[in-house]
């Protein structure tokens, strides 16, 4: 497995589009081994995905692996989503949000001394929210008002109106779904969106 990490490893990569007759193109940059691509074409969408075929040497031992074809269903035991992980300046600052103001317990069992920053992992129904306290890489002015024009994660609730109360007694502003359906989308103290969507 070492050797897999040699940075003196050359690989080349072939990509054949399906159901067309381009010719081979040629990357030195890793690329998905599958990829969709949506063309319009006789006044309907077309669906056409890219089949990569990845082959290297590295130290004379030679990969040689082929996608699957797009008939073949990729199955390999996906049963959830386990966590999101969301950044945060201060910590204190950010569970005062999730916790006070959102009710979102800790989950003690999960290991905070063992990472190089501080953090906390909120439950989220059966799923978390991983907090990191680590510096962020996005801006925090210029997003868009509206949270669902933005990154965000959606979670799922029983009554939009009571989250809607909670947050307009805290001051919190929230947009609601454009598209009518009852949904409500916010951020945290750092920005993050966060959509929450009556199930």
Known sequence: MASLLNPSAAISFQHKLNRSSLSALSANTPTPSKIPHVFPGNGRCQRLNLKTKATGSVEGNVIDKESASAGDKIDYGVVGMH????????????LEFYQDILGLEINEARPHDKLPYRGAWLWVGSEMIHLMELPNPDPLIGRPEHGGRDRHACISIQDVSKLQA???????????????????FTRDPDANALEFTQV
């Open 166 to 184: 909670i947050l307009d007694k805290a001051g919190i502003p929230y947009t609601l779904s454009r598209s009518g359906r009852p949904a409500i």
């Open 83 to 94: 966590h999101v992980g969301i950044l945060c300046e201060n910590l204190e600052r950010s």
